[in-house]
């Protein structure tokens, strides 16, 4: 009871310690912060050994927690990933001392909402701290308070804010058939419950809520614009653990509440596999590091989304062992891809520090005399594109696995829906490892085409503070380590309450070695060929740039460059298609946002089509405005709800 009291209430109090300190002691504040997530990683540890459930009445309302198992794991993956960016944050801010300490009183009280959800026994619980997540990571986007961080934080917020109106929907509803929101209590209620349908309603409200934090489309327009305006150590949590909260919704969701609707696995498996090719895609085609690993994210949040998928088809056939291995796949994945971002994050931050840009353009050259560094990277290149040997390969061979099992397992439509869904996994698995060769041989192995600007880059063949690097060596390290079968499996097996029989023979086998060899020659085919500077497809558009509206332009050309258009033209309008439901709430309920600074085409047109002015107000207060009235209008929305339920 006192470790999860510690966990949860501990950051908050600290927080409100941190915002006392003057501006004269932000060195000291810096050492409190990480003495105060050193504090949260060992009581972390100390109560994943044991599984107790703690209520307490906050206002005459019950919050339920729980210890062990996979909440256990979740809430010292997010101690350590705090600690970790913590101690980064000192190199990182070194010589940025404004605002640092509004920064630490958000992320340590971030750090106790993040455990109030990973610990959460009930849905209403992990609600509320959801909610504190959101408001409190908010500040994190803005935290330099430029044009597109304020843009972004604008965008982040209201997801955040409406999603949380549909999960309070959904919770509404769930509550109402069931008169519980406890996980233990919620199977047994929901077998003798005679209504399903306002059941999988609630469902689908849950799923969309948490899906919100979580990046999943269509509600992930967030995630590409906050990740690479936020400072480095803010992104490396916003990626590795703050969508996980997200994630972690969705999976109590599948286990307690519709672990036995068929279509509602299906239904996420295609939510995460549209995810899953949009985010990949949207990483190729980005020039931005931050942004191309922002994409990635969302990628992978779309792998999760399919292991998560496949355990309710399974659990919905009574097949335990292809559900126990697909559940296992996703909590591995859930590990790994938090590790991964961390160490690629915060990277980010060493490169941004040294050559303060993110364009990639600018960045070529800049690490091919860093060998720290460069090493630390492919680690992590390696690790999240499924390298055997490496952390990302063994979850992402059981999540293969898991969707090849339940292709075996149907028959007619769904078995070939299936097998189409196996070589989506496929092809986006070799995408990631093509955006990633992208980022390495761009930044350290090409070089520059401005001599005095490589040979500024090669002055420095360290880049990185020792601290920074002492951190990043730590975290690269976990790569292969956790790419070792032993143990993965413990890890699994801890956090899902059952062994998991996966060594190496299983692992390394032929079958599984081969969908990995498939995604490599996959992701090596499109970097050689349209990916890398002087690929095919970049030679062809160079040369169609130079002829275009010549004679001399063949039909061959004219043809690939038609398509290229097409499928640029394609992907912008589902790209900036997506973002329009936001952009069209922001400037008519909005006043905070600037009319003259276009966000997409569609932002564009609603401008050129309205008359007046409206006036930005001050970052934080002007922000804050607009989540109370967001606010507002998630109340109006329920009350409605509410209206048609009773008449």
């Given at each position: 009871?006192?470790?999860?009291?510690?966990?949860?209430?501990?950051?908050?109090?600290?927080?409100?310690?941190?915002?006392?300190?003057?501006?004269?002691?932000?060195?000291?504040?810096?050492?409190?912060?990480?003495?105060?997530?050193?504090?949260?990683?060992?009581?972390?540890?100390?109560?994943?050994?044991?599984?107790?459930?703690?209520?307490?009445?906050?206002?005459?309302?019950?919050?339920?927690?729980?210890?062990?198992?996979?909440?256990?794991?979740?809430?010292?993956?997010?101690?350590?990933?705090?600690?970790?960016?913590?101690?980064?944050?000192?190199?990182?801010?070194?010589?940025?001392?404004?605002?640092?300490?509004?920064?630490?009183?958000?992320?340590?009280?971030?750090?106790?909402?993040?455990?109030?959800?990973?610990?959460?026994?009930?849905?209403?619980?992990?609600?509320?701290?959801?909610?504190?997540?959101?408001?409190?990571?908010?500040?994190?986007?803005?935290?330099?308070?430029?044009?597109?961080?304020?843009?972004?934080?604008?965008?982040?917020?209201?997801?955040?804010?409406?999603?949380?109106?549909?999960?309070?929907?959904?919770?509404?509803?769930?509550?109402?058939?069931?008169?519980?929101?406890?996980?233990?209590?919620?199977?047994?209620?929901?077998?003798?419950?005679?209504?399903?349908?306002?059941?999988?309603?609630?469902?689908?409200?849950?799923?969309?809520?948490?899906?919100?934090?979580?990046?999943?489309?269509?509600?992930?327009?967030?995630?590409?614009?906050?990740?690479?305006?936020?400072?480095?150590?803010?992104?490396?949590?916003?990626?590795?653990?703050?969508?996980?909260?997200?994630?972690?919704?969705?999976?109590?969701?599948?286990?307690?509440?519709?672990?036995?609707?068929?279509?509602?696995?299906?239904?996420?498996?295609?939510?995460?596999?549209?995810?899953?090719?949009?985010?990949?895609?949207?990483?190729?085609?980005?020039?931005?590091?931050?942004?191309?690993?922002?994409?990635?994210?969302?990628?992978?949040?779309?792998?999760?989304?399919?292991?998560?998928?496949?355990?309710?088809?399974?659990?919905?056939?009574?097949?335990?062992?292809?559900?126990?291995?697909?559940?296992?796949?996703?909590?591995?994945?859930?590990?790994?891809?938090?590790?991964?971002?961390?160490?690629?994050?915060?990277?980010?931050?060493?490169?941004?520090?040294?050559?303060?840009?993110?364009?990639?353009?600018?960045?070529?050259?800049?690490?091919?005399?860093?060998?720290?560094?460069?090493?630390?990277?492919?680690?992590?290149?390696?690790?999240?594109?499924?390298?055997?040997?490496?952390?990302?390969?063994?979850?992402?061979?059981?999540?293969?696995?898991?969707?090849?099992?339940?292709?075996?397992?149907?028959?007619?439509?769904?078995?070939?829906?299936?097998?189409?869904?196996?070589?989506?996994?496929?092809?986006?698995?070799?995408?990631?490892?093509?955006?990633?060769?992208?980022?390495?041989?761009?930044?350290?192995?090409?070089?520059?085409?401005?001599?005095?600007?490589?040979?500024?880059?090669?002055?420095?063949?360290?880049?990185?503070?020792?601290?920074?690097?002492?951190?990043?060596?730590?975290?690269?390290?976990?790569?292969?380590?956790?790419?070792?079968?032993?143990?993965?499996?413990?890890?699994?097996?801890?956090?899902?309450?059952?062994?998991?029989?996966?060594?190496?023979?299983?692992?390394?086998?032929?079958?599984?070695?081969?969908?990995?060899?498939?995604?490599?020659?996959?992701?090596?085919?499109?970097?050689?060929?349209?990916?890398?500077?002087?690929?095919?497809?970049?030679?062809?558009?160079?040369?169609?740039?130079?002829?275009?509206?010549?004679?001399?332009?063949?039909?061959?050309?004219?043809?690939?460059?038609?398509?290229?258009?097409?499928?640029?033209?394609?992907?912008?309008?589902?790209?900036?298609?997506?973002?329009?439901?936001?952009?069209?709430?922001?400037?008519?309920?909005s006043k905070e946002q600037d009319k003259k600074e276009r966000h997409t085409p569609v932002y564009g047109l609603i401008q050129s089509a309205l008359t007046g002015s409206r006036y930005e107000t001050h970052t934080i207060?002007?922000?804050?405005?607009?989540?109370?009235?967001?606010?507002?209008?998630?109340?109006?929305?329920?009350?409605?709800?509410?209206?048609?339920?009773?008449?």
């Amino acid at each position: 009871m006192y470790m999860i009291a510690g966990l949860v209430f501990i950051p908050f109090l600290c927080a409100a310690i941190a915002a006392g300190m003057a501006k004269k002691q932000d060195r000291l504040l810096e050492v409190f912060a990480i003495a105060v997530s050193a504090v949260e990683f060992a009581l972390a540890l100390a109560g994943a050994l044991h599984v107790t459930t703690w209520e307490v009445f906050a206002f005459s309302l019950p919050l339920t927690f729980t210890e062990g198992g996979f909440h256990g794991w979740m809430s010292v993956l997010a101690a350590f990933l705090w600690l970790m960016t913590s101690i980064f944050s000192v190199a990182y801010f070194a010589h940025e001392r404004e605002h640092l300490g509004r920064y630490w009183f958000f992320v340590l009280a971030s750090l106790g909402a993040t455990q109030g959800v990973m610990l959460s026994a009930d849905f209403m619980t992990a609600f509320i701290f959801f909610e504190i997540v959101s408001f409190t990571s908010f500040v994190w986007v803005i935290h330099e308070e430029t044009k597109e961080a304020v843009r972004a934080g604008f965008t982040y917020l209201f997801i955040a804010v409406f999603g949380g109106m549909i999960l309070f929907m959904g919770l509404a509803l769930l509550y109402h058939e069931t008169g519980t929101l406890r996980f233990d209590l919620l199977p047994a209620a929901i077998a003798v419950s005679p209504n399903k349908t306002k059941l999988f309603a609630a469902g689908i409200c849950i799923l969309f809520g948490f899906g919100a934090k979580a990046g999943m489309f269509p509600l992930h327009m967030w995630l590409p614009m906050a990740h690479p305006v936020a400072p480095s150590p803010a992104s490396a949590l916003l990626s590795g653990i703050l969508t996980k909260v997200g994630v972690y919704g969705i999976l109590m969701n599948a286990i307690y509440v519709m672990r036995s609707e068929e279509s509602f696995g299906y239904l996420v498996l295609t939510l995460g596999l549209i995810t899953m090719v949009l985010g990949a895609l949207k990483a190729i085609l980005s020039k931005n590091l931050k942004r191309t690993l922002a994409c990635s994210s969302m990628s992978q949040i779309g792998f999760i989304l399919t292991g998560v998928a496949m355990f309710v088809v399974f659990s919905a056939k009574g097949h335990e062992e292809g559900a126990h291995a697909a559940l296992c796949g996703t909590m591995l994945h859930i590990t790994n891809h938090a590790l991964i971002k961390l160490t690629l994050f915060c990277a980010s931050g060493v490169v941004l520090r040294s050559a303060e840009t993110l364009l990639l353009e600018k960045l070529r050259g800049w690490g091919r005399k860093k060998n720290l560094i460069k090493a630390v990277f492919a680690f992590g290149a390696l690790g999240i594109s499924g390298l055997p040997l490496f952390n990302g390969y063994l979850s992402k061979t059981l999540l293969h696995e898991a969707i090849a099992e339940a292709a075996h397992l149907q028959s007619g439509n769904l078995a070939l829906f299936l097998h189409v869904a196996e070589w989506i996994f496929l092809i986006s698995s070799g995408l990631t490892f093509a955006y990633m060769l992208k980022l390495f041989f761009t930044i350290f192995v090409e070089k520059n085409e401005e001599e005095k600007v490589q040979e500024k880059y090669d002055e420095d063949k360290v880049g990185m503070q020792p601290i920074a690097a002492c951190m990043l060596s730590v975290s690269a390290l976990l790569m292969p380590l956790l790419g070792q079968p032993p143990l993965s499996c413990s890890i699994a097996k801890y956090a899902s309450g059952q062994s998991l029989e996966f060594g190496y023979a299983k692992a390394f086998s032929l079958e599984a070695l081969k969908g990995g060899f498939i995604c490599l020659c996959i992701g090596a085919a499109v970097y050689l060929l349209a990916v890398r500077r002087n690929s095919p497809l970049q030679k062809l558009l160079k040369t169609g740039a130079k002829k275009e509206g010549t004679a001399a332009k063949s039909s061959g050309l004219a043809i690939g460059s038609a398509l290229l258009g097409a499928v640029k033209a394609i992907l912008s309008i589902i790209d900036y298609g997506m973002d329009a439901p936001i952009d069209l709430c922001k400037m008519f309920l909005s006043k905070e946002q600037d009319k003259k600074e276009r966000h997409t085409p569609v932002y564009g047109l609603i401008q050129s089509a309205l008359t007046g002015s409206r006036y930005e107000t001050h970052t934080i207060t002007g922000s804050f405005s607009f989540a109370l009235m967001m606010t507002c209008f998630g109340i109006l929305i329920i009350l409605f709800v509410l209206l048609i339920k009773l008449f």
